[in-house]
C-alpha cells in the first residue's frame, strides 16, 4: 500500500514565477490537507480539500490556491512567487483519526 | 483560538536515558493530540495520537497520555537511543462537520540529540 506521494521533491524557481506541487493520498484516503515548512518551524496548514471543494483555510494570500480531483489527488499552485515562499511543502491525507503527511516537496526562490 | 506551546529544545541525552518534552495545547472543543517525528531532509512521521481524554498514545518505547485536567500530553521514554535523534512535534487537531480530522496546529518542534 503506498503512502501519501508527493512530487516534485526538489525544485527552484524564480521569484514571480508560478509553481504546481502534486500529491496523491494514501489509498482509501479522501480528505487532502497541505501544509508550508519553513526551515526550524513548525508546519503551517494551507488549506483542506474534501470531496473537490476546499473545506478550510488557513492564513495564506490568495496566490495559494489548490485543486482536488476525483480521484482524490490534489495539486497546491502559488502564483508570483517571493523568496519567502521558499520552504517544504507538505501534503497530508486524512482517513477517520488518522492523518499521514507525504515526504514534502523542497521549493526554492531565488 | 486552538493552539500547541512545545517545550522549546534543543534537548541533548546521553543513551538509555530519560526523556520527557512538554507540551500544552489550548483548544476550544475535543481535538485529538499527536506527536509527529521528523528525521533530518525528511517529512513527518505520525509516532502516536491519542483521541479522546486519558487516553494514553504509544509506540516505539515513546508514550504520551491526553490529560484534560492539564491540558497536556507530554512525550516520555524510559530510555533513549541514537537513533531517536530527531526533532519532535506536538499537534492537536480540530474536527469538520461529522468525524473527519481537520486542520492540525503544530508546535514550534523541539529537536532532539541522543549521544553515544
Known amino acids: 500500500d503506498a503512502g501519501v506521494t508527493q512530487s516534485p521533491t526538489h525544485l527552484i524557481k524564480t521569484r514571480g514565477q508560478q509553481v504546481t506541487l502534486r500529491c496523491s493520498p494514501k489509498s482509501g484516503h479522501d480528505t487532502v490537507s497541505w501544509y508550508q515548512q519553513a526551515l526550524g518551524q513548525g508546519p503551517q496548514f494551507i488549506f483542506q480539500?474534501?470531496?473537490?471543494?476546499?473545506?478550510q483555510r488557513g492564513n495564506f494570500p490568495d496566490r495559494f490556491s489548490g485543486h482536488q480531483f476525483p480521484n482524490y489527488s490534489s495539486e497546491l499552485n502559488v502564483n508570483a512567487l517571493l523568496l519567502g515562499d521558499s520552504a517544504l511543502y507538505l501534503c497530508?491525507?486524512?482517513?477517520?483519526?488518522?492523518?499521514?503527511f507525504g515526504e514534502g516537496s523542497w521549493l526554492t526562490v531565488v | 483560538g486552538d493552539s500547541v506551546t512545545q517545550m522549546e529544545g534543543p534537548v541533548t541525552l546521553s543513551e538509555e536515558a530519560f526523556l520527557t518534552i512538554n507540551c500544552t495545547y489550548t483548544a476550544t472543543g475535543y481535538p485529538s493530540l499527536f506527536w509527529y517525528v521528523q528525521y533530518p531532509g525528511e517529512g513527518l512521521q505520525l509516532l502516536l495520537k491519542a483521541t479522546k481524554a486519558d487516553d494514553k498514545g504509544s509506540n516505539k518505547g515513546f508514550e504520551a497520555t491526553y490529560r484534560k485536567e492539564t491540558t497536556s500530553f507530554h512525550l516520555e521514554k524510559g530510555s533513549v537511543q541514537v537513533s531517536d535523534s530527531a526533532v519532535y512535534f506536538c499537534a492537536l487537531s480540530d474536527r469538520n462537520r461529522g468525524s473527519t480530522l481537520g486542520r492540525l496546529y503544530f508546535g514550534r518542534g523541539t529537536q532532539l540529540t541522543v549521544w553515544p
Open positions: 480539500y474534501y470531496e473537490e471543494e476546499e473545506r
Open positions: 497530508a491525507s486524512t482517513r477517520g483519526n488518522t492523518i499521514y
